[in-house]
């Protein structure tokens, strides 16, 4: 039997907390402790932590000043007595069976590293890209191909992963502390290069809560130049840790690639002041850390390449009008659908179409699919604010019994 760390940074999540708690707590693998990271909550998550510790002794719980998820993940780690090492977030939920088939996952494989699905939470908030890459194919990976991180399902979030301990420890693998944002992406790329054998499952182990109030991802959805700019920091720390590793001459042309699918069209798309400091990020991380002969291979690719050359050779095709040609076309031959959702918001956002908008919104009846959205959504959240009273109630009750008992 392995023993399996579950690990959870814990700040201001009164509401979810409980929840979250009793599906680990529920796991019909029993060979588990529960690492709770109170990392300086200031609601009542740290007294709901205190009744949890007092009814299930594999609970345990450790205080620290608020630093964000990765030092409390990092401090977790520490405290880890386990084989198997699992970092989940405090406002998901497992799958009553995730840490069973974690462990006889491990025991069958060998493996250095697992990587599982996860269902979107609730489901009708879930979108095809996401759904997508929360569905992984079976496939074992003996040592590092590139395709693990560029083909496959395979990232970005951590609690998708389970690690065995001496693994993480042997290597020093740590969540980078210095970035607030993008840490899951950085941790998988630190992960997959360094492990030995990693393997992939399709089994759906975790539910996923795609809206939580007052999240980082929350905050940064509506500015569009500190989200890109995280984006970039997120590119210059996984650089960074290449370079730490040896892993640039070997694999810098896959990870060049990836670093221009995952910034670089968002970069030219935005505003005209902020692609400045953008395209000089970039441009400072790109020469920094990858040779004359990645970046020539990076310019001669066929779906990156011109748009490459504005940011490396020609800035001024980042500023003219031919910018809006490249941009367009690598759309239209990548994904058309997104070029066609872009014209059509921009349509959207014509004086024209939004004064017809503001004089016909009242008096046109919505329709039949977003009223169906709009009461389920309703729905669930009544459900939701049921299931989070019910299991307050449920651990106060335990707590209470807990307590008469030590009288």
Excluded at 184 to 190: A, I, L, R, V, W
Excluded at 264 to 282: K, M
Aim: with cysteine; glycine share 6%; hydrophobic share 40%.
């Amino acid at each position: 039997m392995q023993k399996i760390s579950i690990i959870i940074p814990v700040y201001n999540v009164e509401r979810y907390l409980a929840q979250c708690i009793d599906s680990v707590r529920r796991q019909n693998y029993k060979d588990i402790e529960i690492i709770c990271v109170n990392d300086g909550s200031t609601d009542r998550s740290r007294e709901i932590l205190s009744m949890y510790q007092a009814v299930d002794p594999r609970l345990v719980v450790v205080d620290k000043e608020n630093g964000g998820p990765s030092a409390a993940r990092n401090l977790g780690l520490l405290h880890a007595t386990g084989d198997i090492v699992w970092f989940i977030d405090s406002d998901d939920l497992l799958s009553p069976s995730g840490a069973l088939v974690i462990a006889q996952t491990f025991a069958r494989t060998g493996a250095d590293v697992i990587t599982f699905g996860g269902f979107c939470y609730p489901e009708h908030y879930g979108y095809p890209w996401l759904q997508n890459c929360l569905s992984p194919r079976e496939v074992t990976y003996e040592g590092f191909d590139p395709a693990l991180i560029t083909s496959e399902n395979s990232r970005p979030f951590a609690w998708r992963s389970a690690f065995t301990r001496s693994f993480l420890m042997d290597n020093n693998i740590r969540f980078d502390e210095d970035l607030g944002f993008g840490e899951d992406q950085c941790y998988h790329f630190s992960v997959y290069p360094r492990s030995k054998k990693t393997v992939l499952i399709p089994d759906k182990l975790y539910y996923y809560r795609l809206v939580r109030e007052g999240s980082l991802m929350a905050t940064r959805r509506y500015d569009s130049f500190l989200r890109l700019h995280d984006h970039l920091r997120v590119i210059e720390h996984i650089c960074q840790d290449w370079a730490d590793g040896g892993f640039l001459e070997e694999f810098g042309e896959s990870l060049l690639r990836v670093t221009a699918q995952f910034a670089l069209s968002d970069v030219l798309g935005s505003p005209y002041y902020d692609r400045i400091a953008l395209c000089n990020y970039l441009e400072a991380i790109w020469t920094t850390f990858f040779n004359e002969r990645q970046l020539q291979s990076l310019l001669n690719d066929r779906e990156f390449g011109a748009m490459a050359k504005a940011v490396l050779v020609d800035r001024k095709l980042a500023f003219s009008l031919g910018r809006k040609r490249i941009f367009y076309m690598h759309t239209l031959k990548n994904d058309p659908r997104e070029l066609f959702r872009q014209i059509g918001y921009r349509f959207k956002r014509t004086h024209v179409v939004r004064a017809f908008s503001r004089v016909f919104s009242g008096r046109v009846p919505i329709s039949t699919r977003k009223a169906d959205s709009r009461v389920k959504d309703v729905s669930w959240q009544i459900d939701e604010m049921r299931s989070a009273a019910d299991a307050l109630r449920l651990l106060q009750m335990e707590y209470d019994i807990a307590m008469g008992s030590k009288r």
